[in-house]
């Protein structure tokens, strides 16, 4: 099955994921969203303008654009019943992976990008960020990872 690199960005570019309260909230809706469109999701995290995502088709069924369309949809009008203004930007960024690219690879890009970001010093003490295929530490292990 097909495996997806997906990022989507906030309105204007606000820092929005900042708080466990918002972060939940949107995750769980996202999560909710991908399993009703046969979707997993490998590798998330939430950074402060914008969220990234790993996620794999489970069947033939499994459709990403609808899957990304309603999650937004759902994110945003919680978000905008909460706290009166709108969460995303248009569209959205996405990657197919090819056979040859390691899913793995994607995996420390997402996890790595609060330690680029200068958020924090390693991917460990991140608390928008979580995995389900593989732990942080096979991740940071696979790649060899360096604090």
Not at 39 to 56: F, G, Q, R, T
Not at 66 to 91: C, D, I, M
Not at 108 to 126: F, K, Q, T
């Amino acid at each position: 099955m097909r495996r997806y690199f997906l990022t989507f960005c906030t309105a204007e570019r606000r820092r929005v994921f900042v708080s466990e309260d918002v972060c939940d909230v949107v995750l769980r809706q996202i999560l909710r969203t991908a399993s009703e469109f046969d979707i997993v999701v490998n590798v998330h995290c939430l950074m402060p303008d914008h969220v990234h995502l790993l996620a794999a088709a489970c069947s033939d069924r499994a459709d990403v654009s609808k899957f990304v369309h309603q999650a937004k949809q759902r994110t945003g009008y919680e978000f905008a019943q909460r706290h009166g203004a709108r969460l995303w930007q248009p569209s959205f960024y996405d990657h197919v992976l090819r056979n040859d690219e390691a899913a793995l690879s994607v995996a420390r890009y997402i996890i790595e990008n609060p330690v680029r970001a200068g958020l924090v010093e390693s991917p460990h003490d991140y608390p928008f960020l979580g995995t389900r295929e593989y732990t942080i530490d096979q991740i940071l292990e696979a790649a060899c990872w360096q604090p």
